[in-house]
């Protein structure tokens, strides 16, 4: 029933169009293409939705024989076979997760040679029987996913992956390709030597994601913050980021109190339950995952709109990962996070607490400072962000909270002085919390306890609001000039730069906190015009139908940002439909006709009847 293959006299570009809807490659992909095709071993860079798949798929279009595809993540390949027979592309998997009589099936289309591309877990592909089913049918490449796995220095570790070197001498000569979206200089080493690589070609594409907007707000009440954020995505999909399980829960909770339709999913909660709402945000379209970090690996959901952080992650590495799930089509997402001085306490005493003996906690203190350090910049966020990875850029991105609205700066060294006098008058013993009560001269009992209402600062700090102080001491920790105790169950303390600013050596300008949290650009905000917007409601619902049909999430139908085009084309024949982005020969055939049909529902508006 299958068709034999039909794409092996085209070329790249026509299978990319033909196959996929899409009328140009991106960043490397066509030199990936070509470059294995001639048979040689590569390794692949490439940001999240970057679009790593092509990189392997169209060459094993091109090809004759099989493509093998290894991956970790188990629980995707049934979506990224479905989301490949959508396209007519002969494509199975094969894990622990099909039935012995759905394997042996397998097994014999691949013996029949009735296969493009094989999914496999790591595990399996060194299976006996697997090589030797694939042993006598012809293999035209390897692609080895998330090749990060196999370097202990990456952050996923996986056994399996050990073991993968194996496959040279078992495919001599198979071009191999290994794909990941992380890998620092020592990892992507690692890849190399441990997959035992031959000779290859490393192609690295740019970390940045131009499509992301960056905010991050100093956290005054996080759940009303999120809930103003959150009014820009009502009927969106979107993960919310919380430390522990606890929040998790509550945040979840209070958020479907308020009208969202919100998940909660962290370790804790029974793997049934966790399986069922991982489905509900892949399947439906507008539901918020309230999680801990526990939820994200090999969510590969294309339009997720928005990452949210209510805690602070660890590192600049493990922001990027985590706000990398959002935008993955390319379309306006927005990564924004509430911080504040609570977080920094917190983070820095988890540190300070950990096992790991000293030199590894000096690293991961100094992997938090960097975060740190990036919340508070006053300039450009996407510099110094791409800086940090190695990637230096000359303009500002146009596309953050600093770009969109450059925050105010004010001369803070007064104040400064103020709170550093108070932390050295109270003994370095306090939190932020006594200490601000003195320098307003708070009535608290706690103050005349210590007989802190006798001191000199008492109340001379009363010209600024708490949500004030607690901003300038943010910035003191942030920046230095104050430490907080974690053997003193975080008090402050005067650090070795605090002397120069005390003594009026030095001038300090500090961040004024906006008050008004907005995070959306305009800009990035303008996806369907006013008029459009029953005709996009329309064809989601056309789409939503027809994945309910076929029992695929939306997006695998077709992105938004096809709708989107279909939108900006009107295409009225068929023919016409195969200019949308998105739009190969076998989703025309497939759905073409529907979608047209509401398009052709709808009147087209006059140019001049709409407003200019
Ligand atoms: P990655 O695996 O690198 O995260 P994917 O391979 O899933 O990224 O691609 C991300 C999205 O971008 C997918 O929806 C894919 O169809 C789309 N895409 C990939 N290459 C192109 C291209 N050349 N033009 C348009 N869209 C593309
Ligand atoms: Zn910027």
């Not at 922001?319 to 820095?348: C, H, I, N």
Request: proline share 4%.
């Amino acid at each position: 029933m299958a068709p034999t293959h039909t794409h092996m006299n085209r070329s790249p570009t026509d299978v990319l169009q033909e196959v996929y809807g899409y009328s140009e490659f991106r960043g490397n992909q066509a030199d990936i293409i070509d470059h294995t095709r001639a048979g040689n071993d590569a390794l692949v860079l490439m940001p999240t939705g970057g679009g790593k798949s092509l990189c392997y798929q169209i060459p094993a279009l091109l090809m004759p024989g099989l493509g093998i595809v290894i991956s970790p993540l188990i629980a995707l390949m049934r979506d990224q076979v479905r989301a490949l027979d959508q396209l007519g592309v002969r494509a199975a998997f094969l894990n622990s997760s099909l039935s012995r009589s759905d394997q042996d099936e397998v097994i014999a289309r691949i013996q029949r040679g009735d296969l493009d591309l094989l999914y496999v877990a790591p595990e399996r592909i060194l299976q006996d029987d697997t090589l030797a089913a694939l042993g006598r049918s012809a293999v035209c490449l390897i692609a080895i996913d998330e090749a990060h796995c196999v370097s202990s220095w990456g952050h996923d570790f996986r056994k399996d992956y050990l073991q993968l070197n194996r496959l040279k001498a078992a495919f001599p000569g198979i071009p191999r390709i290994a794909l990941t979206a992380t890998a620092n200089t020592r990892t992507r080493a690692d890849i190399v030597t441990r997959l035992e690589l031959s000779n290859p070609t490393e192609f690295v594409d740019g970390f940045d994601r131009p499509n992301i907007c960056y905010a991050v707000q100093p956290k005054t009440d996080a759940r009303g913050q999120l809930l103003k954020f959150l009014d820009d995505h009502r009927q969106e999909s979107g993960i919310v980021y919380c430390l522990s399980r606890k929040s998790v829960e509550a945040t979840a909770e209070w958020l479907e109190i308020r009208g969202f339709d919100a998940l909660p999913y962290h370790a804790g909660l029974d793997a049934r339950t966790r399986t069922e709402h991982q489905e509900r945000f892949l399947r439906d379209e507008a539901v918020v995952i309230v999680a801990t970090i526990a939820f994200g690996m090999g969510i590969d959901k294309p339009d997720v709109r928005f990452v949210a952080h209510l805690d602070l992650p660890k590192s600049v590495e493990a922001y990027y990962q985590e706000t990398g799930r959002a935008g993955r089509d390319g379309q306006p997402a927005d990564a924004w996070m509430v911080y504040g001085l609570q977080d920094v306490v917190r983070l820095s005493r988890m540190v300070a607490e950990s096992p790991a003996d000293d030199a590894h906690k000096r690293v991961e203190r100094s992997k938090l400072d960097a975060l740190l350090g990036w919340c508070e910049v006053t300039t450009c966020r996407r510099r110094p962000l791409l800086a940090y990875f190695g990637e230096s850029r000359d303009e500002d991105c146009g596309n953050c909270d600093n770009c969109l609205r450059p925050p105010v700066t004010w001369d803070g060294t007064e104040a400064a002085q103020k709170a550093l006098s108070c932390v050295y008058r109270t003994g370095q013993r306090f939190g932020a919390g006594h200490v601000i009560d003195v320098l307003r001269g708070q009535a608290r009992a706690k103050v005349f306890e210590f007989g802190h209402d006798q001191l000199s600062t008492f109340g001379i700090g009363k010209g600024f609001s708490d949500v004030r102080w607690r901003s300038i001491f943010r910035q003191l920790v942030v920046h230095g000039y104050l430490d907080v105790d974690h053997n003193r169950y975080g008090a402050l303390r005067l650090t070795g730069s605090s002397r120069a600013l005390l003594r009026g050596e030095m001038t300090l300008a500090l961040r004024e906190d906006a008050d008004k949290p907005k995070a959306r650009s305009v800009r990035t905000r303008a996806t369907v015009k006013v008029e459009d917007e029953p005709l996009m409601e329309a064809l989601r619902d056309e789409r939503l139908e027809i994945a309910e049909e076929h029992g695929v999430p939306p997006y695998v139908v077709f992105h938004d940002a096809a709708l989107l085009d279909m939108i900006r084309l009107r295409p009225s024949v068929l023919q016409e439909m195969l200019e949308v982005s998105g739009v190969g020969q076998s989703k025309l055939e497939k759905y073409g006709q529907a979608f047209l049909d509401v398009l052709n529902r709808f009147d087209r508006t006059e140019p001049e009847a709409s407003s200019g």
